[in-house]
């Protein structure tokens, strides 16, 4: 996974100065915390797993491996920003993005999307997935904007093991790409594990 945007510099709509790295173990601890230090309302729509040492831990060997793509956005060493592509490894890598509460307005949100829009393509990804839950309507216009278009809905699982119904979204990065199913939206099985795993 040589070919990233590691170190690269993001600028907010303030003119503010933000750098991303890919996710390693030394983020453990800084992730627990930008997990910690989210409002319940921001929380409710990103949780994607367990923000417990073990399960960041396989994330961060998964990342290293190519099988997920993980950045973090860092503000003077703080996480403001956790963002990837899960299962990049395959044609269709479903992609989320969370910001912390006193971050969100400066126009991070859609800076992280093209990072890895131009990752995605970069490696010749079919396409980006995405689910949004229902309620939040900034995320679905500003990704409808980007260039996703809204399948229908589902039912996923939250980090704490809820099932949620959530919106699914699906960005084409060429003419000739396939059409992804539901299954392709399953997130990885650190999530699922046999036990919760939505039947479909």
Known sequence: MEKNHNNAKL???????FYIKK??????????????NLSEKTRSQFLPHRY???????????NKKGI???????SDNKVVGYFFLWKFNTT???LGIGIDDA?????LGKKMMEVLIQDAKRYKKDGILLTTVLTNE????LYLKMGFRYLGDIDNIAG????????KMFLPLHENCGQPTDDDFEPPNIITGTDTAIKR
């Open 103 to 107: 971050y969100q307005g400066k126009g």
């Open 160 to 167: 704490d093991g809820r099932v949620v119904r959530e919106r």
């Open 138 to 141: 900034a995320a679905y216009q």
């Open 92 to 94: 269709f890598p479903i």
């Open 52 to 62: 417990d040492e073990d399960t960041i831990l396989q994330f961060v060997e998964r």
């Open 68 to 74: 997920d793509l993980i950045y973090i956005t860092l």
């Open 23 to 36: 996710l390693s173990e030394s983020d453990v601890h800084a992730l627990i915390k930008f997990n910690e």
């Open 11 to 17: 600028k907010s709509k303030q003119g503010e100065n």
